[in-house]
């Protein structure tokens, strides 16, 4: 099937898939780029503050393996992914710039929370 990307909680990724079970609707997929970096909090409480834990979500690491609903995964029309860090680093900053033009408390909680992970990331 070539590359691929696919959606896992809230973030997009580009990568291989290693396995297949449609009858589950789940596909195993390795990780290469990243396109869209997970969103911050509480996924079922979006842009809330007062939930029981404000959660601070990582991308997935390169090479990183995970099951994905099978529904999200659609070809990557691209010969090869884009470098890993370079990707992060672009996901990253557009989410930051993105929550920056807000604010709300959640976008600056989410705020402090990237800017935590960016020092997690090294750049």
Do not use: C
Not at 22 to 45: C, I, M, S, W, Y
């Amino acid at each position: 099937m070539g590359l691929v990307k696919a959606k896992y909680k809230t973030g997009i990724y580009i990568g291989e898939l290693i396995e297949v079970q449609e009858d589950q609707n789940r596909a195993l997929f390795k990780v290469l780029a990243v396109v869209t970096h997970p969103k911050q909090g509480d996924l079922h409480n979006p842009k809330q503050v007062d939930v029981a834990y404000f959660h601070q979500r990582k991308a997935l690491a390169y090479l990183e393996k995970a099951w994905v609903p099978y529904t999200t995964v659609k070809p990557f029309e691209e010969e090869e992914a884009p470098d890993y860090n370079v990707s992060l680093r672009e996901a990253w900053r557009t989410a930051y710039e993105s929550i920056a033009q807000d604010d709300s408390e959640w976008a600056k909680k989410s705020l402090h929370l990237l800017d935590d992970l960016r020092q997690d990331y090294s750049f």
